[in-house]
């Protein structure tokens, strides 16, 4: 992307095509966190933290309780990606070691003892390695067409919601647990 002169300029593009949709329900998913004073994580090793937060800032839904640890560039004055950010985000590098090299976003969460973890990838169950708590919901989102993996998504995630469905068990639980 850097030898091919990848710029801010071309990210603002990709998201002004406004091909990127959110799953039904994450507005409110979102709302329900922020009103609450919950902070959320989100973990990408695919999407560009620049771009994941241009994305949620479009839809205005990126409020101060969300907090992005993705692959990011140190940019120029022209604009233009010069090299990564260290460090770099892997599926295999996605847990609390990672996240303690973000001292911030660590230091909100770190006394955090109820964790709802959601993921797409078997993977994702990691992301609560090394993190001390008392209660963990993992929700599986699983998107795949072939059924080969559901049986271990079933294994690895208390709850699977199948295909591209809605956030609508996670608000309700969510709301459940608020009120």
Same mark, same amino acid.
């Given at each position: 992307?850097?030898?091919?002169g990848? $710029?801010?300029?071309?990210? =603002?593009? %990709?998201?002004?095509?406004?091909? %990127? =949709?959110?799953? +039904?329900? !994450?507005? +409110?998913?979102?709302? %329900? ?7 959320? !994580?989100?973990?990408?090793? $695919?999407?560009?933290?620049?771009a @994941?937060?241009? @994305? ?9 309780n ?10 120029d +004055? =022209? ?12 599926s295999?590098?996605? #847990? ?23 993921g ?7 992301? !609560?390695?090394?993190? +001390?708590h008392?209660n963990?919901?993992? @929700?599986g ?5 072939? @059924? ?8 690895d995630? #208390?709850?699977? %919601?199948?295909? #591209?469905?809605?956030?609508d068990? !996670?608000?309700?639980?969510?709301k459940?647990?608020?009120n």
């Amino acid at each position: 992307m850097i030898e091919h002169g990848f $710029s801010k300029n071309h990210l =603002q593009k %990709i998201v002004e095509t406004g091909l %990127i =949709q959110f799953r +039904e329900g !994450v507005k +409110e998913f979102l709302e %329900i966190l922020n009103e609450n004073n919950i902070p959320l !994580v989100i973990m990408s090793a $695919s999407g560009v933290g620049e771009a @994941i937060k241009l @994305i949620f800032e479009r839809n205005n839904f990126f409020f101060d309780n969300i907090n992005i640890i993705a692959n990011s560039f140190e940019w120029d +004055e =022209q604009g233009l990606a010069i090299k990564p950010k260290e460090p770099i985000i892997h599926s295999l590098n996605k #847990d609390e070691t990672l996240i303690k090299n973000f001292s911030e976003i660590f230091a909100k969460i770190k006394d955090r003892k109820n964790v709802i973890l959601l993921g797409d990838k078997l993977g994702d169950v990691a992301m !609560v390695d090394g993190f +001390e708590h008392d209660n963990l919901l993992k @929700i599986g989102f699983f998107n795949e067409a072939s @059924i080969e993996n559901l049986e271990s998504f079933k294994k690895d995630f #208390d709850v699977v %919601i199948l295909k #591209d469905g809605s956030m609508d068990f !996670v608000n309700n639980f969510l709301k459940e647990v608020v009120n």
